[in-house]
């Protein structure tokens, strides 16, 4: 099957809610557990957030489904950040290894060049192996450490920012 990004609207904001429950109970790796994901009136002002450059939100559909998101947003419209990006990926377990990370990947590039980003940001959990692997074969380096970032079934891990600077 061929994968295409496609631009997410306001008008996606329930599928994006449903996605975001989805993954929140396949996964550790994201922020949320499932039923305290996003809710759908946050899904909208995501999607409205993201309408205008540099911000940026895509979705890849199957049959109708959100089954991947990527979603960015520079730290700050002030001149001395407005070289940065934070984004965030995730892909519905079911769909992992098929290529969509690195697909998105190569968007948030793309999209990070065409807005004069200079620097790409993003967090995760070190225990993340899939995902680091993902980043470091894009160039992302470590930037720096997170002590007890995050709980996870009563454990508190460690995250790392990582960051590619372009
Ligand atoms: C991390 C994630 C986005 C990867 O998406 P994916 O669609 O599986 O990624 P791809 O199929 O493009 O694989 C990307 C790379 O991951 C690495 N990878 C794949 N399977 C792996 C595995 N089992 N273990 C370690 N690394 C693996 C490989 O480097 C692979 O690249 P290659 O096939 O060219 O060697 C996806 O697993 C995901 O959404 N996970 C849950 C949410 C999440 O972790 N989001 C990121 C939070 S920071």
């Known amino acids: 099957m061929i994968y ?3 631009p997410m609207i306001v008008d996606d904001a329930k599928n994006l809610h449903e996605f975001f429950n989805l993954i929140g109970g396949e996964t550790n790796f994201v922020s949320f557990e499932k ?3 996003p809710s759908l009136e946050a899904c909208k002002s995501l999607l409205d957030s993201t309408k205008e450059a540099p911000n940026y939100a895509y979705c890849i559909k199957d049959k109708g489904k959100i089954i991947a998101t990527l979603t960015a947003n520079t730290r700050s419209g002030r001149s001395r950040e407005r070289h940065k990006s934070d984004f965030g990926i995730g892909v ?3 769909y992992w290894g098929k290529g ?3 697909l998105l990947m190569e968007k948030v590039i793309s999209e990070s060049k065409k807005n004069f980003i200079s620097k790409i940001t993003l967090k995760v959990s070190e225990k993340n192996a899939r ?3 993902l ?3 894009y160039g992302f380096e470590i930037e720096g450490v997170y002590k007890k970032d ?3 079934n009563g454990i508190m891990e ?3 920012s990582m960051a590619l600077f372009l």
Request: hydrophobic share 35%; glycine share 8%.
């Open 150 to 152: 995050t709980l996870i």
């Open 158 to 160: 460690t995250g790392i």
């Open 4 to 6: 295409e990004l496609e």
């Open 92 to 94: 519905s377990k079911e």
């Open 135 to 137: 980043y470091e074969k």
């Open 35 to 37: 039923f305290e994901s």
């Open 131 to 133: 995902a680091i692997k």
């Open 100 to 102: 969509i990370g690195s």
